[in-house]
């Protein structure tokens, strides 16, 4: 059974950052695509990052240039780094490995 452990939520001022992590069992993480979803109140759950199992990276356009994705497999652990936080990025963050499997997500919000 694959497990996902998100970490690393919290709250944060607009411009802040905040790193989230999440920890991959049950599987061989190498081998795997992983992104990063979020979901904010009233709105559906939407693709922010992905990440090939070699590292390849596509991001959604509202976050280029400020979220970089990026993956540890010695860890088992995938990473969103996310700078230059607004309001709007205020959501749950859930990870989502290749074959389906979800985390139980983490808050992340963004107010002064």
């Known amino acids: 059974q694959v497990q996902l452990l998100e970490s690393g939520g919290g709250l944060v001022q607009p411009g802040g950052s905040l790193r989230l992590s999440c920890a991959v069992s049950?599987?061989?993480?190498?081998?795997?695509?992983m992104s990063w979803h979020r979901q904010a109140p009233g709105k559906q759950r939407e693709l922010v990052a992905h990440i090939t199992s070699v590292g390849s990276t596509n991001y959604a356009e509202f976050v280029k240039g400020r979220f970089t994705i990026s993956r540890n497999n010695a860890k088992v652990t995938v990473y969103p780094q996310m700078n230059n936080l607004q309001p709007e990025d205020t959501a749950i963050y859930y990870c989502?490995?290749?074959?389906?499997?979800w985390g139980q997500g983490t808050q992340v919000t963004v107010s002064s």
């Open positions: 049950g599987s061989f993480f190498s081998a795997y695509a």
């Open positions: 989502r490995h290749e074959n389906g499997f």
